[in-house]
């Protein structure tokens, strides 16, 4: 499966943006789906992953309750919907797909096989 995220951009800090990563090649259906992020001269971390029936969805502790992932199988499209944010949100976020079935989508970076081309995302303080 191909991935491209869009949507990154400049926003002040309590500002909101939305993500969107479209799919192709494959069904998003048969994929867990996360969001990881990178911030200059850090490493990669957990950002949110949604399960592949879209039921069940999980969070890095940095974003939990500002940030809302989801995805529209039909239209092979995942989101992450960010509000509240903050400079340290900055980063290039990157949409990626795992393989499994599992009830949880995975948080470690390595479950994940599939990686798009991140989009910057800066927050201005």
């Known amino acids: 499966v191909q991935l491209q995220a869009s949507g990154g951009g400049l926003v002040q800090a309590g500002g909101s943006l939305r993500l969107s990563c479209a799919a192709s090649?494959?069904?998003?259906?048969?994929?867990?789906m996360g969001w990881f992020r990178q911030a200059p001269g850090k490493e990669r971390e957990f950002v949110a992953a949604?399960?592949?029936?879209?039921?069940?969805?999980v969070y890095g502790d940095s974003v939990k309750g500002r940030f809302t992932v989801s995805r529209d199988n039909p239209k092979n499209m995942v989101y992450l919907q960010m509000s509240s944010l903050k400079p340290e949100d900055t980063a290039v976020y990157y949409c990626?797909?795992?393989?499994?079935?599992?009830?949880?989508?995975?948080?470690?970076?390595?479950?994940?096989?599939?990686w798009g081309q991140g989009t910057l995302v800066t927050v201005s303080s």
């Open positions: 990626t797909a795992a393989v499994g079935m599992a009830v949880v989508p995975p948080t470690r970076i390595g479950d994940y096989v599939h």
């Open positions: 090649g494959r069904k998003i259906s048969l994929y867990h």
């Open positions: 949604t399960s592949w029936s879209g039921d069940r969805t």
